[in-house]
């Protein structure tokens, strides 16, 4: 279990929409409203994880490629370079020769094909593909932003998850991730581009 919890909180956690008053449902399709969704999208991403007491984060950068039905490709950069991608049926990272180490394959683990819809629909704020597993808090902020606060359903994420926070426009542009062992993680997407299709050097990221 341990790469699906490195990628989820890497990226990467998810969440569920509290429905129960009208005017948080109201808020949630505002929020949907406001974001662009595509096919594909790619961009760059710096994150900062600070451990539990320690006083200076641990900073990473690199880019990212989120492909429908295809997966997540996140290549860190800085300060080394690795590469962890996600599809429906493979969990494994890319070496810098070009070579694939196999994490987890969909026999292995059942749950693979969720963390992918998982991943999926974090960065691009689905709120209805993640209704069952987190309760939101909805909140518009100003003419066109928005914020998203998550807190885990599930007992497993609940675990090592205390809450997500999502905030964006026309975008996802960060993430920040409070874990229940006291560390967090912020991320911020950067120079984002949406496309149709993916280009054949792209789809062979995930092969």
Not at 4 to 28: I, N, P, Q, T
Not at 43 to 63: A, D, H, I, M, Y
Request: aromatic share 6%; net charge neutral.
């Amino acid at each position: 279990m341990k790469p699906l919890r490195v990628l989820v909180l890497a990226a990467l956690a998810s969440f569920a929409f509290a429905s129960s008053a009208a005017a948080d449902a109201d808020v949630a399709g505002l929020i949907h409203d406001r974001l662009k969704t595509a096919p594909v999208l790619k961009g760059e991403f710096e994150q900062s994880k600070t451990l539990k007491g320690f006083r200076n984060p641990l900073v990473s950068k690199g880019e990212f490629l989120v492909a429908r039905g295809q997966g997540v490709w996140w290549h860190t950069q800085k300060p080394f370079d690795s590469t962890l991608v996600v599809t429906k049926t493979r969990l494994f990272t890319r070496n810098p020769d070009g070579s694939a180490a196999n994490l987890m394959d969909a026999q292995s683990e059942a749950g693979l094909q969720q963390v992918d819809e998982l991943v999926l629909s974090l960065l691009s704020a689905d709120l209805e593909v993640l209704a069952d597993k987190f309760a939101i808090v909805a909140q518009p902020v100003g003419a066109a932003g928005w914020t998203l606060v998550l807190t885990p359903r599930d007992p497993n994420l609940a675990k090592f998850l205390v809450r997500a926070t999502l905030a964006g426009e026309r975008d996802v542009q960060t993430v920040r991730i409070d874990e229940a062992r006291g560390d967090t993680t912020q991320i911020r997407f950067s120079h984002q581009q949406p496309s149709t299709a993916l280009t054949p050097d792209e789809a062979a990221r995930f092969q």
